[in-house]
């Protein structure tokens, strides 16, 4: 192992998969839609976080617009 290394000329490359690295954030749900998805989570095998990232990922992808109806 060298003392110390010119990293200038090791070629350092950009990670291809930068774009899709996710973010932790914190966010408040509620204790029903929780459950939706964890229930969802037992019948799939797929961790119910992941799901809810699927779910947002499909809206986003799609280009949903909410749609809001006050009574």
Not at 34 to 43: D, G, V
């Amino acid at each position: 192992m060298k003392k110390e290394y010119d990293i200038k000329n090791l070629n350092p490359r950009k990670n291809p998969y930068a774009k899709r690295l996710k973010k932790q954030i914190t966010i408040n749900i509620n204790d029903d839609t929780i459950t939706y998805f964890k229930a969802q989570s037992k019948e799939t095998g797929i961790p119910y976080q992941a799901l809810i990232n699927l779910y947002l990922s499909d809206c986003v992808n799609n280009r949903r617009k909410l749609q809001l109806a006050w009574a």
